[in-house]
C-alpha cells in the first residue's frame, strides 16, 4: 500500500461521459433470442434517445442467448440475452451529459418485449476526479 499524506478527493469534478446498466426481466424469452427482432427493437430506442448507430456485430450462444454490440456516434452499447431467464442486460456508454428521452424509450422497450415485468437503470456519471 502507497503512503501519501495528502487526502484523495474522491467527488467528481468533471463529468464526461455515463454509463448506464438497464436490467429487463421478465421478458418473452422466444423474442429477446432472435437478432432481427431484437435489432428492430433497438434501432427504435437508440432513435427515441437520439443514439446514433454507426456498425454492429451479433454471436448467438449454444443453446441460447445472443448479445449484440453497436458502436455509436456518442460511443457503445452491448445487449446481452438469458433466455432461459426472460432477462435482458443492456449495457450502454455514452459521451457528454447522458442520454434524452430514457424512460419513454424504455416503455416502448417494454412493451416490445411483451411480458416485461420490470426495468431497472443504474446510471454512473465518468470523468476526471
Request: proline share 2%.
Amino acid at each position: 500500500m502507497m503512503k501519501s499524506d495528502k487526502k484523495i478527493d474522491m467527488k467528481l469534478k468533471k463529468t464526461v461521459a455515463a454509463s448506464y446498466f438497464i436490467e429487463i426481466s421478465g421478458c418473452d424469452y422466444k423474442k429477446i433470442d432472435q437478432y432481427s427482432f431484437v435489432k428492430k427493437v433497438m434501432i427504435a430506442f437508440m432513435r427515441e434517445t437520439g443514439l446514433k448507430p454507426v456498425k454492429s456485430i451479433h454471436h448467438y450462444y449454444k443453446p441460447q442467448g445472443l448479445t449484440v454490440i453497436w458502436i455509436l456516434k456518442e460511443s457503445h452499447m452491448a445487449y446481452h440475452s438469458w433466455p432461459e431467464y426472460g432477462y435482458v442486460g443492456l449495457d450502454l456508454f455514452v459521451c457528454g451529459k447522458g442520454v434524452k428521452n430514457l424512460n419513454s424509450a424504455l416503455k416502448k422497450v417494454k412493451k416490445k418485449f411483451l411480458s416485461t415485468t420490470r426495468v431497472v437503470v443504474k446510471k454512473i456519471d465518468r470523468g476526471f476526479f
